[in-house]
């Protein structure tokens, strides 16, 4: 009997050998928020000290929409050749599986991440009045918070028809106090107004609160009948 | 059945028709805001309605998850894990570090015992359930279950209309009182934020019919009820800049008002229901339908197969 881990580890390797074979799903999330970058920053033009004020939003958005992208293909690509068919016989624990999943597609978007976020730098002039640690905390309980509802709503609009549009229609409105969170985080630290740490904890418990809910219903997503 | 429903739909009626005299005859103009005040006779009746019915979704959706084992097994770890959330709360808001904002009419105590509440009320509700199921067997059947989904839909359905009635008379009122059309209030966003998540919950069931769709969409009211809280917290420390709504506050309420308020909030409630009521029949009768639809093919199926087994018959004709 293979343990828990072993099982994540072994669905999230073949994961990313599966991605690093097509590059699919990185290469359209770096285009993608490439031209939200680009054309933002036509639309606002904005001035260093304006940049502070709503570059925390435009980077955040762009990561919310790249995200789906690859969100998209997650449990798509399970569905050729009858592969979750055989994740549903398997007595493998459904919370493998799903963790797995979320872990791959939280790597691919920390990857664009670290792809993006100089890029915003350089074109929005971005220089952190506050604390610029802070980020990175922020930047991984945000993806993560993005990242593992999105996994879970990708799971349960595999069953309905046009899948593709439904996941941002679930995902959005369920993410909207995350994705506040995280932009007034990163806002205060941009700006160096005030202290970010509430945002910081209200982001943890976010994390940890759908955390447990997506392991607990992901069960019954994948089992639904 | 029929004639109890009947007798409903005429007091809901009458009730309506009083409750609109009340409220545009009988109540007298507010002092400081005008004719633009009775707004509150519905605004606030559809307000409570909609609410309402989203908790009956919400409980009609969380008692369809208890057919499956996982959450039945889970009812202790709720349990446990709201109370851990909440001491966590209790034992950091007890500090009051620098770092938590306090803001007027909000005790960080008060809501960490709520969540402690709450999740055991949770526990129990799912136990209790799960055992009286056990005893009655009647709770588990699959008539049963067809209509806590037909009530779910339904009153997500007739939730969302309320909900946009809200939504829509806020704005008239706020815009001669506030001077603005929409301010990002804790109140106001909650509610659009809910309002969102209903809307995703039916788009939802929209983009699937198949039997599935029953179990898949109340794990979706799940998680949209956990994120509530989420958007009230995050709403409250984040605009409280804005105007906050004051209402009862100052100023004595005149029995009249508050007699017309009542009657409304009475008719409102009893249209809800009765609204709700007529379209859990239509889901009812609506499958019912279905069934009998998929039932004719499958008859139809084993008609046409048992023709064209005799290929023999129809040759030598």
Redesign the interface.
């Known amino acids: 009997m293979t343990s828990f881990w072993s099982l994540t580890l072994a669905t999230l390797k073949k994961d990313i050998r599966l991605e690093w074979r097509s590059k699919d799903a990185l290469n359209a999330m770096l285009f993608f928020s490439l031209l939200v970058v680009v054309i933002f920053s036509f639309s606002f033009d904005p001035n260093a000290e304006e940049s502070r004020q709503i570059t925390a939003g435009l980077i955040w958005v762009a990561f919310l929409f790249a995200a789906v992208v690859a969100l998209n293909q997650t449990w798509a690509r399970e569905l050729r050749n009858q592969v979750l068919d055989a994740y549903r016989v398997s007595p493998a624990p459904a919370t493998a599986l799903f963790l797995a999943k979320a872990l791959g597609n939280f790597i691919f978007v920390i990857l664009l991440e670290a792809v993006m976020t100089p890029l915003f730098i350089v074109f929005y002039n971005l220089r952190a009045l506050g604390p610029a640690w802070q980020l990175i905390p922020v930047g991984i309980l945000g993806t993560w918070a993005l990242v593992v509802n999105g996994t879970f709503f990708a799971a349960l609009s595999l069953r309905t028809r046009s899948r593709e549009i439904m996941l941002p229609l679930l995902l959005f409105p369920i993410s909207i106090p995350a994705v506040q969170s995280m932009v007034e985080a990163t806002r205060i630290i941009l700006s160096g107004e005030g202290a970010a740490r509430f945002w910081i904890v209200l982001l943890l418990t976010y994390d940890v609160v759908f955390t447990t809910a997506c392991l607990g219903l992901f069960e019954i997503v994948l089992q639904a009948e | 059945m029929n004639k109890l429903f009947s007798f409903f739909a005429t007091i809901t009626a009458f009730l309506l028709v009083y409750g609109l005299y009340q409220a545009l005859v009988a109540a007298p103009t507010e002092r400081t805001m005008g004719d633009v005040q009775r707004i509150f006779y519905y605004h606030v009746p559809s307000a409570w309605t909609a609410f309402c019915l989203f908790l009956t979704n919400y409980f009609c959706s969380l008692l369809t998850?208890t057919y499956?084992e996982?959450?039945r097994r889970?009812a202790n770890?709720i349990a446990i894990?709201g109370a851990i959330?909440g001491l966590m709360g209790l034992l950091i808001s007890e500090d009051r570090p620098p770092?938590?904002?306090q803001a007027e009419g909000f005790s960080w105590v008060k809501a960490s015992i709520i969540v402690i509440l709450i999740a055991v009320f949770h526990a129990l509700l799912i136990k209790g359930y799960f055992l009286l199921g056990d005893r009655l067997g009647k709770l588990f059947s699959d008539r049963a279950r067809v209509i806590l989904d037909a009530v779910a839909v339904s009153s997500a359905e007739v939730g969302v209309v309320f909900c946009t009635v809200v939504l829509v008379t806020g704005p008239i009122w706020a815009r001669p009182v506030w001077g603005i059309w929409w301010t990002w209030d804790v109140r106001l966003t909650t509610t659009l934020?809910l309002w969102?998540?209903y809307?995703?919950y039916l788009?939802?069931r929209r983009?699937?019919n198949?039997?599935?769709?029953a179990?898949?969409s109340a794990?979706?009211a799940?998680?949209?009820a956990?994120?509530v809280p989420?958007?009230y917290?995050?709403?409250w420390?984040?605009r409280t800049q804005h105007p906050q709504p004051v209402m009862g506050k100052g100023g004595s309420l005149d029995p009249r008002m508050l007699h017309a308020f009542l009657i409304n909030l009475l008719a409102f409630s009893c249209f809800g229901a009765m609204v709700c009521w007529s379209r859990v029949r239509l889901e009812l009768l609506h499958r019912q339908l279905e069934e009998a639809h998929a039932m004719k093919s499958l008859e139809g199926a084993d008609a046409a197969r048992a023709q064209a087994s005799l290929p023999l018959n129809r040759s030598s004709e």
């Open positions: 998850l499956s996982a959450i889970a770890r894990l959330f770092w938590l904002p934020v969102l998540i809307v995703s788009v939802l983009f699937s198949t039997g599935e769709i179990i898949l794990t979706l799940v998680i949209g956990l994120d989420f958007v917290f995050s709403i420390f984040f």
